[in-house]
């Protein structure tokens, strides 16, 4: 009898894990937004060349509490049927409002 429950249980934990990790992980998204009143410098101009397979992600200025940081462009390997769009800051009233990097199914 103490064998039938103690199977039960795991059965029941079983479920109860493969239902709480087998979401997609497309749908688990964290929307952050960062605004500030203090507008980014020009942004720095990198070449890249052509990369079969590879996307180049531009380069664009980090706010780290105090002061923009450039983080340098790299190399993305590409997503068919999707568009790259690189990060960048987005003038909304006074503020600057920071915009993830993300790809948009075409």
């Known amino acids: 009898m103490a064998m039938r ?3 039960g249980a795991c059965c029941v934990a079983a479920l109860a894990y493969a239902a709480v990790f087998a979401a997609a992980p497309a749908q688990a998204r964290a929307v952050v937004d960062i605004a500030i009143g203090v507008a980014p410098p020009p942004l720095r101009v990198e070449h890249a060349g052509v990369r079969a397979g590879y996307v180049w992600a531009p380069g664009y200025w ?3 509490g105090a002061h923009h940081v450039w983080i ?3 190399w993305v390997v590409a997503r068919p049927g999707y568009r790259y769009v690189g990060a960048r800051w987005v003038r909304i009233g006074p503020d600057w409002h920071f915009r993830h990097a993300h790809w948009v199914r075409l």
């Open 62 to 64: 980090h706010w780290n």
């Open 72 to 74: 340098g462009g790299r």
């Open 5 to 7: 429950k103690l199977a």
